[in-house]
């Protein structure tokens, strides 16, 4: 990966963040293991004004939930290794609005519990849902232009 493909990351995640209606300074759960990824959305929480909160394994679900809740956690970013655990005690966790499956595929994903009312996306569909927002963009400059 080269410094511009991972400053396109940083820009997707960043945008795909504000899209999803997670305001500036909300706070991000990173629930995975180090990977390429893991520093991308890091650095897409500072740079879009965000809090990344880290969220250990090694911890346990219980203290999972509870960084979750005491710091008021709006989007998740975690593994499919961990989507079971956090979709096992989602209803506890209101505040979660978000969350987004690193290496999920878009066709494997649940269904987004209706009573918890939040959202489950793949980070490679927070990818292309920017790339879908500036080919719209560029299209309404060039009918603006036009007109």
């Given amino acids: ?3 511009g493909e991972a400053g396109t990351s940083r820009t997707a995640i960043g945008s795909g963040l504000i899209c999803h209606g997670i ?3 909300a706070r991000v759960g990173l629930y995975f293991i180090n990977r390429p990824e893991w520093t ?3 650095n897409a929480c500072s740079a ?12 346990g ?3 999972v939930q509870f960084i979750v809740n005491h710091a008021s956690v709006e989007a ?3 593994v499919p290794q961990t989507l079971s655990t956090l979709l096992s005690f989602i ?3 209101p505040c979660v609005r978000l969350i987004v499956v690193v290496g999920g595929i878009d066709e494997n994903m649940p269904s987004s519990p209706a009573a918890a009312g939040m959202e489950i996306i793949t980070y490679s569909m927070l990818h292309r849902q920017l790339r879908n927002i500036n080919v719209i963009a560029i299209i ?3 009918n603006l232009e036009r007109a």
């Avoid at 879009?48 to 911890?59: A, E, F, H, K, M």
């Fill in 1 to 3: 990966m080269t410094y």
């Fill in 23 to 25: 305001p500036k300074g």
């Fill in 40 to 42: 991308i959305v890091d």
């Fill in 48 to 59: 879009y004004s965000y809090v990344s909160v880290p969220l250990y394994d090694t911890l």
């Fill in 61 to 63: 679900p219980d203290a």
């Fill in 76 to 78: 998740i970013f975690c």
């Fill in 91 to 93: 209803t506890q966790m």
């Fill in 140 to 142: 309404a400059d060039i």
